[in-house]
Structures are given as C-alpha cells and as structure tokens.
C-alpha cells in the first residue's frame, strides 16, 4: 500500500556492488574485505598449498578463485586472520 502512495519502504544502500571483470572461466569466486591491511606473503603460502588463486584488489580486499572445495579449505585457515584484526 506504502509503495502506491509513493511513500518510503525501506532504505537503499549507497554502496554500489562491485564485480569482479576477467575472472576465469569455470571458477567459483570468493571476494573478503578485511578490516586492516594483510601481508601478502601469508596469503600466498595458504594460495600454493590449497592450489587457489589469490589476487588483491586493495590491500584490504582479496578475491580467491579456484574449486569450491579448495577454497572452503582455503578461508578455513584465512579465518584465522579475522581474529587477530578483532
């Protein structure tokens, strides 16, 4: 009833989603957004073992391509690194 008086529903976001452009073709993709800057060299380490791609956008956001299960591996030992920046 609200919307065909023209009236306000619910609040919009003012962030705009971001795609990601080039992602390789038959990978799942995961995008995180850590709250402090990460030393890429940790995440290469876990890349190379869980046999993912990782590539920094900025130095607080990540995205991680590769199989389903290897990432899910991956952000397992990730998670780790979201309770240090608590």
């Known amino acids: 009833m609200k919307a065909s008086r023209g009236e306000k529903i619910y609040d919009t976001h003012e962030k705009k989603s971001k795609?990601?452009?080039?992602?390789?073709?038959?990978?799942?993709?995961?995008r995180i957004t850590f709250k402090a800057?990460?030393?890429?060299?940790?995440l290469q380490e876990i890349a190379e073992y869980h046999n993912v791609i990782i590539e920094f956008q900025t130095d607080?956001?990540?995205?991680?391509?590769?199989?389903?299960?290897?990432?899910?591996?991956?952000?397992?030992?990730?998670?780790?690194?979201?309770k240090e920046q608590i």
């Open 60 to 82: 607080t956001i990540i995205v991680i391509y590769g199989d389903k299960d290897n990432i899910q591996e991956s952000l397992k030992e990730i998670s780790s690194f979201f």
């Open 37 to 42: 800057p990460i030393a890429e060299e940790r």
């Open 19 to 30: 795609f990601v452009v080039g992602a390789p073709p038959g990978f799942t993709m995961v």
